[in-house]
């Protein structure tokens, strides 16, 4: 299994004046549908398609976001319905079997919460902060069971 370290922004190194030059001509940006900033000037994990703000969201730097799943850089580190928050929750810091590194132990904690989107893509909805809210995993399945959200919409092929 591969070992991964948490990275951090003194980690990284500058793009050459070439790359940068290449980013600003073609005016590229954010590939996440909810940024139009530019390309981040650091080499390193989402270099390529990510701004600066949002690569170092990305879970290498301990953050939540994931690039191919763009409604986890949405995320936050609370619950927005109970206000649990793993960063605040002794089992981490004191678990029966020891996490193995910083990663690991960041890892398990992302794991307790869920990007929630309040309209579902398939709805019309986006990735972004203004349609995804943070639950942890019982909120979540109360928020599925109250709203329904198991439920197709009547855009939605059904199966004949």
């Known amino acids: 299994m591969k070992q991964f370290t948490l990275l951090c922004k003194e980690d990284l190194k500058r793009k050459s004046g070439t790359k940068l030059k290449e980013q600003y001509e073609h005016k590229l940006t954010c590939t996440l549908e909810f940024c139009n900033k530019p390309l981040t000037k650091f080499a390193g994990p989402g270099a390529n398609f990510l701004?600066?703000?949002?690569?170092?969201?990305?879970?290498?730097?301990?953050?939540?976001?994931?690039?191919?799943r763009p409604w986890t850089f949405s995320r936050e580190w609370a619950c927005a319905w109970c206000g649990y928050s793993p960063k605040d929750d002794p089992f981490f810091d004191n678990p029966?079997?020891?996490?193995?590194?910083?990663?690991?132990?960041?890892?398990?904690?992302?794991?307790?919460?869920?990007?929630?989107?309040?309209?579902?893509?398939?709805?019309?909805?986006?990735?972004?902060?203004?349609?995804?809210?943070?639950?942890?995993?019982?909120?979540?399945?109360?928020?599925?069971?109250?709203?329904?959200?198991?439920?197709?919409?009547?855009?939605?092929?059904?199966?004949?």
């Open 51 to 68: 701004c600066e703000e949002h690569q170092l969201q990305q879970r290498e730097f301990g953050g939540m976001g994931r690039r191919d």
């Open 96 to 160: 029966p079997i020891p996490f193995d590194n910083e990663v690991h132990k960041n890892q398990g904690m992302r794991s307790t919460l869920i990007g929630d989107h309040l309209t579902r893509k398939v709805d019309g909805g986006g990735h972004g902060k203004d349609n995804v809210q943070t639950l942890c995993q019982t909120c979540n399945s109360k928020k599925t069971a109250l709203f329904k959200d198991f439920v197709k919409t009547s855009t939605e092929v059904q199966p004949q």
